[in-house]
């Protein structure tokens, strides 16, 4: 998907019938934002396009506002950035970034909001995908260009309930990543966006921290055994999305599952579809077949006539809210001091 970028320079007031945050909304000097423009040749619904990277409530590097404007920190090959995305008048979206990492992320700013996505190709061969895809014509699939980002909260999300993972990763984030460059999303500083810690932070956690933030030894390990090899891992994002996988499952404890979640972020891969999920094979099998009790086999057969956008597919799919009525517990809560 093609579009129309523009740098433009910051400033506060109402532009397209829109209020833009100010550069800085607390005491003390602005600080310094760049800002740019970019036109998609299509509809893009931020929250629907930058949903994926927000790791549950109160993800401390992931803010959405009520002005319809997304507020993100990361941690980018030139440093630290914060950068705030916000829809406008026409189908326009303003972005601002802060921070030494601040070009790097508008550099990307299309990418990171589908612009290398082609949504166009995707053919529906169901109805419930057609009338999701006719409902939901903003969905984009992102590109961060970033790996490890995904890779760190995707572990933390194997084999425990998405409340542990979130709670994992709001402590580790809050009590070992930086305060994130520019002002506060809503003009205070708590709770205040962080940048995810640098590959050296995560490798001194101390263990006892890892068992605060309930993450058994195997999780910590695995995360430790990445940020290891993180300048490798990040290369990553110049190769294919298959070539992406392989290389993330060299580390030991990273499977398909979680080398799935990070290039569906990093690379915007439309075909690649998490597999060894537990609930993901039941939903797709339930609104394209009727079959409670599908299998991964069972899933990707039913997702075979839409490859090449298999995860596009998915996606769409839980977007419709066809889910089977639950006939299973949920998966119990983890106390790690008991293993």
Known sequence: MAGRYEQRPTRAGVRGGQTVVPAARSAGPAPAGRTRGWAPDGPVD??????????GPGDPTFRALPDGSVW???????????????PETGGTVTATAWGPGAEWLLDRLPGLLGGADRPE?????????????????????TRTGLVLESLIPSVLEQKVTADEAYRAWRRLVRGFGEPAPGPAPDGR?????????????WALVPSWEWHRAGVD??????????VRVAARLEQAV???????????????????????EVVQRSHGAADRVTV???????????????????DDAEMLRLLEPYRGQ?????????LSGRTPPRRMPKMPRTDIGLL
């Open 189 to 201: 500083r708590v709770p205040e966006l962080r940048v995810v810690p640098a590959p050296r932070t």
């Open 238 to 260: 110049e190769l294919s999305p298959d070539e992406a996988c392989r290389r993330l499952e060299l580390v030991p404890g990273v499977g398909p599952w979680t080398s799935a």
């Open 276 to 294: 060894g999920d537990l609930h993901l094979p039941r939903i797709v099998g339930y609104a394209l077949a009727g079959d409670r009790d599908a």
């Open 310 to 318: 298999r995860h596009r597919a998915a996606r769409l799919v839980l």
């Open 72 to 86: 993100r920190a990361s941690r980018t090959p030139e440093g630290p950035g914060t950068l705030r995305v916000a």
């Open 121 to 141: 190709e995707f053919v529906p061969r169901h109805r419930i995908v057609a009338e999701t895809r006719r409902r939901r014509p903003g969905l984009r699939l």
């Open 217 to 226: 030894d195997k999780r910590a390990a695995t995360i430790l055994r990445a």
């Open 46 to 55: 931020l929250g629907l396009v930058l949903g994926p990277l927000r790791r």
